[in-house]
Nanobody, 124 residues
């Protein structure tokens, strides 16, 4: 069992940058693959990216590839999402999630624990 809390959301102009953090608590002695998802009003929850337990492997959705970077600091029990060159279509509630799966899932239903989400709004 793990508890996740996102922070760092806010309002930013198009072309700007924002850094989200996800703090983990609970069974932090156990490492999990982590994912970031986002959900805009009226739309399905969308995969953003995932990072392996060690941080050595990452995968990104095509829509954010080259603009977003996921990193983790296991000593601090945190996962970060660095967002650059933001676009209005990036506006959404962003969620971090953890999975007990052996692989790196890209589907939301394959993640086991979720944070509460943090709002990111990109203005034009």
């Amino acid at each position: 069992q793990v508890q996740l809390v996102e922070s760092g959301g806010g309002l930013v102009q198009a072309g700007g940058s924002l850094r989200l953090s996800c703090a983990a608590s609970g069974r932090t002695s156990t490492l999990y693959h982590m994912g970031w998802f986002r959900q805009a009003p009226g739309k399905e929850r969308e995969f953003v990216g995932t990072i392996s337990k060690s941080g050595a492997i990452t995968y990104y959705a095509d829509s954010v590839k080259g603009r977003f970077t996921i990193s983790r600091d296991n000593a601090k029990n945190t996962v970060n999402l660095q967002m650059s060159s933001l676009k209005p279509e990036d506006t959404a509630v962003y969620y971090c999630a953890a999975t007990a799966a052996a692989s790196l899932p890209i589907v939301a239903r394959n993640y086991d624990w979720w944070g509460q989400g943090t709002q990111v709004t990109v203005s034009s």
